[in-house]
């Protein structure tokens, strides 16, 4: 829940779900798109839950926005960075 606490709900809890379209994904999720992307894809995914359970509960609700957001971010530039691990012989003095 924290990548929609933090990132979604501040720009978008108070917009009317029915209103929220694909600008209004892509101007919430532009700043941490090519930065931190995998919080950026958790929060497009639990939107998209949230999305799913309006329009199954009978309001109108645009399903595509959500890919159309993801065309106009375009992919992310984002590369990951293997964190080096402690040796076994490390390990006692990491819990000290």
């Not at 829940?1 to 379209?21: F, R």
């Not at 890919?67 to 530039?77: D, P």
Request: proline share 6%; with cysteine; aromatic share 4%.
């Amino acid at each position: 829940m924290s990548p929609l606490q933090i990132h979604v709900l501040p720009k978008l809890g108070e917009i009317p779900v029915a209103d929220i379209d694909r600008r209004d994904i892509r101007d919430t999720l532009a700043p941490i798109w090519h930065t931190i992307a995998d919080i950026a894809r958790k929060g497009m995914n639990r939107l998209s839950v949230c999305l799913i359970h309006a329009a199954a509960l009978g309001l109108t609700v645009d399903l595509q926005a959500l890919e159309k957001a993801k065309a106009l971010l375009s992919k992310t530039r984002h590369r990951p960075k293997n964190v080096l691990a402690l040796s076994w012989q490390e390990l006692p003095s990491f819990y000290l």
